[in-house]
């Protein structure tokens, strides 16, 4: 199993641009999340996915959009990048039965 | 408002010895406590959790403890090893939520 993956590792974007942060996972997992770490901050949870279909707000979902479409795929969406969002993003999944969340490497993103 | 703190940032202790993290909690609502270790340039690694009908669990060289009544748990690393060097995260579940609340995390460092 490759576990959580994400893409692209690292990216630039210039104010205003708009991009998507690609999160998959191969282990069949029903719940994932998105989260971003700041310096000197802990782990903030953007948004998350109980299942195909469902997703709901987390702490600071402002800017960002996603969707899930299928079990696999977790995208994140910027939709007007600021600078306000330079960041590394985490994006995370677990099975219904443990609270244990797999991370996946993160994508370290700068908004300039 | 902070609701999981971890006061100390960072932390050196012996290779041999034991090494202590806190974590202190202001939401009484929480009822499932994770702890994750997180190595540069990596996603977070889950590393042991504890239910709140426990006060206990211990996984190897990591036991974590919970105080409900102080709202305080600690994770014990015996025998702390220079591979254990890492920044540690505290996390908390509120009870029928999917969010995870994170501590700004603490940096170890494990003198050979």
């Known amino acids: 199993n490759a576990g959580v993956t994400q893409t692209p590792k690292f990216q630039v974007l210039k104010t205003g641009q708009s991009m998507t942060l690609q999160c998959a996972q191969d282990?069949?997992?029903?719940?994932m999340s998105w989260y971003r770490q700041d310096p000197g901050m802990g782990l903030r949870l953007i948004h998350y996915?109980?299942?195909?279909?469902?997703?709901d707000q987390g702490e600071v979902p402002n800017g960002y959009n996603v969707s899930r479409s299928t079990t696999e795929d977790f995208p994140l969406r910027l939709l007007s990048a600021a600078p306000s969002q330079t960041s590394v993003y985490f994006c995370a999944s677990r099975t219904g039965v443990s609270y244990e969340q797999y991370f996946g490497p993160g994508t370290r993103l700068t908004v300039t | 408002d902070q609701q999981v703190k971890q006061n100390s940032p960072s932390l050196s202790v012996q290779e041999g010895r034991i090494s202590i993290l806190n974590c202190d909690y202001t939401?009484?609502?929480?009822?499932?406590f994770l702890w994750y270790k997180k190595y540069p340039a990596e996603g977070p690694t889950f590393l042991i959790s504890i239910s709140s009908i426990k006060d206990k669990n211990e996984d190897g060289r990591f036991t974590v403890f919970l105080n409900k009544s102080a709202k305080h748990l600690s994770l014990h690393i015996v025998p702390s090893q220079p591979g254990d060097s890492a920044v540690y995260f505290c996390?908390?579940?509120?009870?029928?939520?999917?969010?995870?609340?994170f501590g700004k995390g603490t940096k170890l460092t494990v003198n050979p």
């Open positions: 939401n009484s609502m929480f009822d499932y």
């Open positions: 282990m069949n997992h029903e719940y």
């Open positions: 996915s109980v299942g195909a279909g469902i997703t």
């Open positions: 996390a908390a579940r509120k009870g029928g939520s999917e969010k995870l609340v």
